[in-house]
């Protein structure tokens, strides 16, 4: 039976714990509003590009490009998959983990088994659990990026990602691009996503056309509509990796808030249990103490 010095020094380190949890908990928080401001502000950004994208494909131009086209025949694709650089964030890498094992799947149902796949992970959590799948995978490797991208990066980086990969689609390394992340809905809710990055889809593109219809409005296109397609699909592939990487961060910081809720949940608890055990421990301890004296007493 635990000792009443013994139970205020445990009292003392789960009240410790209670304090850093709610403390983490706020700086997740904040993290995750950022995150959401980045968000918020990436997205006129690529509707913009969508629509432009949209008013080529409802006009009458013949517009097409290598990025679009979808190869006969799958040899060798590629998992982007972004998961976070620190840990504390809950079952997060790990349902996202097991989103990738299903997507490898899905690939190899589509292209055969001896598909090769190339997986970029993103993040150092990811990244681990990665190489552990690829050790004990022959047709799996590593994607060779030089670059140096993670979960926290934005801008140039970001743009040398998605120019890598666009790159090695055209000159034909790669014949498909699949990218991975969890899509953000709000602080409770985050939804895995695994969408084909390259080539890009038709159906995403289309949604942007049926606006476009729906305006109604005549454009003229200054220069020709191909050149303007060409220039503008790779935006478009940009602004969907810059989202990406916003969405992720965004995600990982809202696992990390519900996390850290759920400890500091549990800390309540167990501080309520213990200081209920030092008050009955105490309590009889009292009560012995006064049948000690009671009893001396009565002796005398």
Known sequence: MATLRELKG????????????????????????????????LLPFRQCVQTVIGSLLSSDAAVSSPL???????RRAAVIVLGSDDGLCGAYNVNIFKGLLGTLAEIRREAGE??????APVGKKMR?????????????????????VDS???????????????????????DKVVL?????HSAGKQRLVSDTYLPVSQENLAAGAAGSK???????????????????????????????FAENRASEQAARVM??????????????????????????????ELLDIVGGQARD
């Open 214 to 244: 729906a305006e109604g409005r005549p454009y003229l296109f200054e220069p020709d509509p191909a050149t303007i397609f060409a220039t503008v699909l790779p935006m478009y592939l940009l602004s969907v990796m810059q989202e990406a």
């Open 259 to 288: 996390a850290m809720q759920s400890a500091n949940d549990n800390a309540q608890k167990l501080l309520e249990q213990l200081r209920l055990e030092y008050n009955k421990l105490r309590q009889q301890g009292i009560t012995t």
């Open 114 to 119: 001896d598909v090769e796949i190339e997986i």
């Open 152 to 174: 926290k990066s934005d801008g140039d980086s970001v743009k040398q990602f998605s120019q890598y990969f666009e790159r090695r689609f055209l000159v034909g390394e790669l």
């Open 180 to 184: 991975q992340y969890m899509h953000f």
């Open 68 to 74: 679009t086209a979808r190869r006969p025949a799958i």
């Open 10 to 41: 445990r009292i003392g380190s789960v009240a410790s714990s209670e304090k850093i949890t709610g403390a983490m908990k706020m700086i997740s928080s904040a993290k995750m509003h950022k995150a959401e401001g980045v968000l918020r502000r």
């Open 128 to 148: 681990r659990a990665v190489e552990k799948l690829i050790a004990s995978d022959s047709k799996l490797s590593l994607t060779a990026f030089d670059g140096a």
